[in-house]
Every structure is written in structure tokens, then in C-alpha cells.
């Protein structure tokens, strides 16, 4: 990991944050709010653009159901995001080429579980994400995206 740009004194540098919701996260605040919480994914554009705008940093909030869409966005952020954020939602558990697409792209990742997968059931403990990514973040409810931003934007200075 490169250290810190004395220009900057380590200060994140400006740019956008891609945040990348997979399946069924359309459907927050509906689905099993008992597990997923209310908020909705409007909520959560909502919170990750203030921390986001925090850091002086913008985000791009994304959602799909389609595997080959959130490989095509992560491969997008190569050229115009300083950093992802990826809530997976089922496709942790099952995608080696999400996992291989996060592994060729060099941008701060941060993967995001609204709920606490370890907690849940035996298959959803497993991530082929987890190695590739930067840090994990499960159980916070939708203030994990906040989280995930302030580590996006600590690495993204680091890395300016």
C-alpha cells in the first residue's frame, strides 16, 4: 500500500465513489425488514452522499439484479471512481467473476452487508468477495455504506 501524498497531507482526494447494490436491494425497506431494516435504498443514497460529501468526495449509487451489470460497473470504476463500495447482496456467496473482476481493477473496495452474515445462515458465511476487498463490513445496517465511505476515503488519500 503507497503512503500518504505529502501534498495533500493525506487528505482524500476528490472524486467519486461508486456504491454498487446487487439483487434484491431494490427492494429495501419492503424485503424482511426484520433482517434488512426500513430504510429504503433512497436512504441510502441519501447517507452516503452526505458522508461522502464529508470527504469532499461525490457518490455514484447503483443498483442491479444482474451479475454481468455490476462486472461491467466495477470495471468502470478502473477509469472513473476512486473507490467502490459493494453491497453484493446473494452474488457474495456464489460469483467468482465479481470476485475476479474486484481483483482486476485497483481501486479501494469495501464490502458492505446490511445484515450480520455470520449470524445468518451456514452458506451466506462464506464470501468469494472477502479476499479481494479492502475491509468488510456486516451488521450495521445501512451505516455500513457510511463506514465503508470513511475507510474509501482514508485509502483513497493514501492512494491519490
Known sequence: MSTPDSSTGGAPSTGTVFVLNGPNLNLLGTREPEVYGSATLEDVRALAEARAASHGLTVDVRQSNHEGVLIDW???????????????????????????????????????????????????????????????????????????????????GRRA
Not at 91 to 109: E, F, G, M
Open 74 to 156: 466495477i470495471h468502470e470504476a478502473r477509469e472513473a471512481a476512486v473507490g467502490i463500495v459493494l453491497n453484493p447482496g446473494g452474488y457474495t456467496h456464489t460469483s467468482v467473476a465479481i470476485r475476479d473482476a474486484l481483483a482486476a481493477v485497483d481501486v479501494p473496495a469495501v464490502e458492505v452487508h446490511l445484515s450480520n452474515v455470520h449470524a445468518r445462515e451456514q452458506f451466506r458465511r462464506h464470501s468469494y468477495l472477502s479476499p479481494v476487498v479492502d475491509a468488510v463490513i456486516a451488521g450495521a445496517g445501512v451505516h455500513g455504506y457510511e463506514y465503508a465511505l470513511e475507510h474509501i476515503a482514508r485509502l483513497a
